[in-house]
């Protein structure tokens, strides 16, 4: 039988644009992402879900209005929902993103670093 | 600020008890669960849902009915809701699990095996 084990490094490998999550499974109503991050996003929030972060690989800040969260690889965070929160990364850095179907990346901001949500990888 | 970052090492450091679920995080309405995992566990399935394993050391085998799948460290499976499946480890593995809350690691066969489900460390 096709064996569907999805396999982190080899999906990273797949693609190396940044601030571009590209699906790489689904449970339910809910996807699983990979992105590659370098610099500044914007601030945004999610109203409607909450948000996983899992840093995979280097180094991701995450700052909110009330301070700011620092991850590093084997670590996660849960952006609360309608929390608004800017991701940054000083170098490049990799990450596992966890949200509903159909969450676009800059959430109710939108602006020209809003990205396709349906890519598969 | 109080940072809420969970680090996956730091978590496992805290138990050591085999087939038993704890929760690090929710999001919406669904739980990360940590577990370390040996030997052979029971055919079950999840009627109401997809599970996502995701291994972070060691190597699982997952047993369905028609085949199995084999994961190491980095690699994620998604057991769609319905399919009885029976996880086993050789050795002892560390994985994520990623459910709704409330989800019987037992599913619906229970037996002695059966763990509480809303054990937070």
């Given at each position: 039988m096709t064996t569907p084990v999805i396999n982190f490094t080899d999906k990273f490998a797949q693609f190396s644009d940044l601030w571009s999550p590209k699906i790489i499974a689904q449970m339910n109503d809910y996807?699983?992402?990979?992105?590659?991050?370098?610099?500044?996003?914007?601030?945004?929030?999610?109203?409607?879900?909450?948000?996983?972060?899992?840093?995979?690989q280097g180094q991701l800040t995450i700052h909110l209005r009330d301070g700011k969260i620092e991850l590093k690889e084997g670590e996660m965070y849960v952006v609360p929902r309608g929390v608004e929160h800017k991701p940054y990364a000083d170098k490049e850095c990799w990450i596992l993103l966890i949200e509903p179907a159909g969450t676009v990346n800059t959430g109710d901001a939108g602006g020209e670093l809003t990205a396709e949500n349906d890519v598969w990888i």
């Open positions: 996807h699983f992402k990979l992105a590659k991050v370098k610099g500044e996003f914007i601030w945004h929030d999610h109203p409607e879900t909450d948000e996983v972060f899992i840093v995979t």
